[in-house]
């Protein structure tokens, strides 16, 4: 076989090679589908599970818990009725530990968030709420003396259709050793920067700032304390004006103080609130600033 011979056959096998590679790899190359493009996965947001605050408080072997609890909707100091069976038995069970330990308090703490609206007449709506419990364990039989009330500021909480599922806790605690010490510091509080409300020509309402709210809930915690202590509420005014008239509008001034404690779970028959009307200023009517300073009530305690 002449060289240019062995190089034809050469050629030949290479062509053949070729053809048949391209017949069995390539000819499904028509066919093959298009790569598609990676999509991002939509992932669906998570909705966060409400909070939940139990029914539960113990000292030592004594315990009672129970996820059932007194609810509010937000931005509301009224629990939701009717309460369960649980709270119901739960409130029997600590009047019953109460009555036995008269050296115990149960320690009553609201939650509550900043975003809420507060329309109660206590600073925040986490004591506004804490004292809602109060009044129904005073109900329930429960002394005013062994229930100590507080609010505190819960951001974390997560509501459920509108409603803060039992934000309130329990603590049962030993009374304070100095418990005669703190009720003598908080009625020297008082006494020395006495809650006085500055009214608008004619007006007998006003809206307490968060200051004078702490002060009303300050009274309101030394006469729940104290059986025997009262307060007075006096009504004044300017000088414009009739006298017969200034005196029943210093009267509606005091009214309105009077409601506003009430409102802080305070009877009726603490309160004396009456009126001077014009009869007692402490700045002269000439000006208007003296004017304004006239048209107050002042509300001081009696120990």
Same mark, same amino acid.
């Given at each position: 076989?002449?060289k240019t011979?062995?190089?034809?056959?050469?050629?030949?096998?290479?062509?053949?090679?070729?053809?048949?590679?391209?017949i069995?790899?390539?000819?499904s190359?028509?066919?093959?589908?298009?790569?598609?493009?990676l999509?991002e996965?939509?992932?669906?947001?998570?909705?966060?599970?409400?909070?939940?605050?139990?029914?539960?408080?113990?000292?030592?072997e004594?315990?009672?818990?129970?996820?059932?609890?007194?609810?509010?909707?937000?931005?509301?100091?009224?629990?939701?009725?009717?309460?369960?069976?649980?709270?119901?038995?739960?409130l029997?069970?600590?009047?019953?530990?109460?009555?036995?330990?008269?050296?115990?308090?149960?320690?009553? %703490?609201?939650?509550?968030?900043?975003?809420? %609206?507060?329309?109660?007449?206590?600073?925040?709506?986490?004591?506004?709420?804490?004292?809602?419990?109060?009044?129904?364990?005073?109900?329930?039989?429960?002394?005013?003396?062994?229930?100590?009330?507080m609010g505190?500021?819960?951001?974390?909480?997560?509501?459920?259709?509108?409603?803060?599922?039992?934000?309130?806790?329990?603590?049962?605690?030993?009374?304070?050793?100095n418990?005669?010490?703190?009720?003598?510091?908080?009625?020297?509080?008082?006494?020395?920067?006495p809650?006085?409300?500055?009214?608008?020509?004619?007006?007998?309402?006003?809206?307490?700032?968060?200051?004078?709210?702490?002060k009303?809930?300050?009274?309101?915690?030394?006469?729940?304390?104290?059986?025997?202590?009262?307060c007075?509420?006096?009504?004044h005014?300017?000088?414009?004006?009739? +006298?017969?008239?200034?005196?029943?509008?210093?009267?509606?001034?005091?009214?309105?103080?009077?409601?506003?404690?009430?409102?802080?779970?305070?009877?009726?028959?603490?309160?004396?609130?009456? +009126?001077?009307?014009?009869?007692?200023?402490?700045?002269?009517?000439?000006?208007?600033?003296?004017?304004?300073?006239?048209?107050?009530?002042?509300?001081?305690?009696?120990?």
């Open positions: 076989m002449t011979t062995t190089n034809l056959l050469l050629m030949l096998i290479t062509i053949l090679a070729g053809t048949y590679f391209y069995t790899c390539c000819s190359c028509g066919t093959m589908k298009k790569e598609e493009p999509q996965k939509v992932v669906a947001p998570v909705t966060p599970k409400h909070t939940s605050y139990p029914f539960a408080f113990s000292d030592g004594y315990a009672y818990n129970e996820n059932d609890n007194y609810n509010f909707n937000v931005s509301s100091s009224s629990f939701l009725t009717p309460l369960s069976q649980k709270v119901i038995d739960g029997a069970s600590l009047k019953t530990f109460l009555d036995e330990n008269t050296d115990k308090v149960i320690n009553v %703490t609201g939650y509550y968030k900043s975003d809420e %609206t507060n329309n109660s007449a206590f600073p925040n709506l986490g004591l506004a709420r804490a004292n809602a419990v109060k009044n129904h364990m005073l109900e329930n039989g429960i002394s005013s003396s062994q229930i100590n009330t505190e500021l819960m951001g974390t909480m997560i509501a459920k259709d509108n409603v803060y599922m039992g934000p309130v806790i329990y603590g049962i605690d030993a009374k304070a050793d418990a005669e010490e703190e009720l003598q510091a908080l009625f020297d509080k008082i006494t020395s920067d809650l006085v409300l500055y009214f608008e020509t004619n007006q007998a309402a006003i809206n307490l700032t968060a200051a004078q709210r702490q009303v809930a300050d009274i309101s915690r030394y006469l729940d304390k104290v059986d025997v202590a009262t007075s509420v006096i009504g005014t300017d000088s414009v004006g009739p +006298s017969a008239p200034n005196l029943r509008l210093g009267q509606e001034r005091a009214d309105f103080a009077k409601d506003y404690l009430i409102n802080n779970g305070i009877a009726s028959d603490r309160i004396n609130a009456t +009126s001077k009307g014009e009869s007692q200023p402490i700045a002269s009517n000439t000006t208007k600033s003296g004017q304004a300073k006239n048209r107050r009530t002042v509300v001081t305690l009696n120990k």
